[in-house]
């Protein structure tokens, strides 16, 4: 008999936790569809220069006579708008794509500051306890029993207009429920093995908080983190929406609808409908992948 060779068994490739992630993540076609909406939002903000006909902030490029054209028109300097023109004659595309540039901006920003320092305290209330706990958690206590927009009302009116001033508003009336949610977890985690390993290899705490404590509380901070973000971009439209966010000359989304509301029972609704529209689309794409994320990295919850 002749030998036979057999053919070598392919390759089984490894299922990392990354490539768990990823499958589990794109088996849901509504979060994916929220995440590929977001990234065309996001890349509509980031490419706003090259993409919008009219820089809206540019005060040269505005023609008070183009004020009020309906979607479709063509304005006198021969550009024409697609989606109309507001009062000011100001394109109404360009605006809500410069528009979600301030808005991403300023509700990404925040929630990325607001996680650092909430997740901090988070982690030194759960690993230190006793009287640390107690004064963190009751100024956590504290500041979540304040209404979250009246908060940011008091400190814009305090601050004054500008986008600094509005993340340092949001930062502040956000924090406390990144440092609930890590505490949380880091609670459960700090009676780990691992833990007291690092505790009697006389580790630094720094080191037993960020590089230990900290990767293990993710799962709950990412969930958490990808809802604040669409929360701060909805409080940061109201409170320009009230007049107390964004500089006039630079409008964000909430300043567009806002300078389009008193028009809307006229019969121009384009000013206030397609950035509203806009708004709508980029909270709801956050949301539909927070609440998959959640699904995803919460077995308890998985059905």
């Known amino acids: 008999m002749s030998d036979v060779t057999l053919p070598a068994p392919a390759a089984v490739k490894e299922e990392t936790p990354f490539r768990r992630f990823v499958s589990e993540f794109m088996a849901s076609k509504i979060a994916v569809g929220g995440l590929v909406v977001f990234t065309i939002i996001a890349l509509l903000a980031i490419f706003a220069p090259w993409i919008a006909p009219q820089n809206p ?45 301030i808005s991403l901006t300023v509700g990404v920003g925040s929630a990325l500051i607001a996680c650092l320092v909430g997740a901090s305290l988070g982690l030194l209330a759960a690993y230190a306890g006793g009287r640390t706990d107690s004064v963190i958690m009751r100024l956590v206590d504290l500041q979540l029993s304040f209404p979250t927009i009246l908060a940011a009302l008091m400190i814009l009116a305090f601050l004054g207009k500008g986008i600094m001033n509005v993340v340092i508003a949001l930062v502040i009336v956000e924090w406390a429920y990144y ?20 505790q009697c290899l006389a580790l630094p705490t720094s080191r037993i908080l960020f590089r230990h404590l900290l990767p293990n509380c993710l799962p709950p901070l990412i969930v958490v983190g990808t809802i604040q973000i669409a929360r701060a971009i909805a409080l940061e439209a109201t409170l320009s929406f009230l007049g107390l966010g964004v500089p006039i000359t630079e409008p964000s989304l909430g300043l567009l609808i806002a300078n389009g509301y008193e028009y809307m029972l006229s019969g121009k609704y384009w000013i206030s409908f397609y950035p509203g529209i806009a708004l709508l689309i980029t909270i709801v794409s956050i949301n539909l992948m927070g609440d998959h994320l959640r699904d995803v990295l919460n077995p308890r919850l998985k059905k």
């Open 179 to 198: 440092a609930r949610t890590v505490r949380g977890s880091a609670l459960v985690e700090r009676r780990r093995e691992y833990i007291e390993a690092a």
């Open 57 to 101: 902030y540019d005060l040269a490029q505005l023609d008070i006579m183009d004020g009020r054209l309906e979607p479709g028109a063509v304005g006198g300097s021969g550009i024409t708008h697609w989606l109309g023109t507001d009062d000011q004659g100001r394109d109404m595309l360009s605006g809500i794509i410069y528009g979600l540039r």
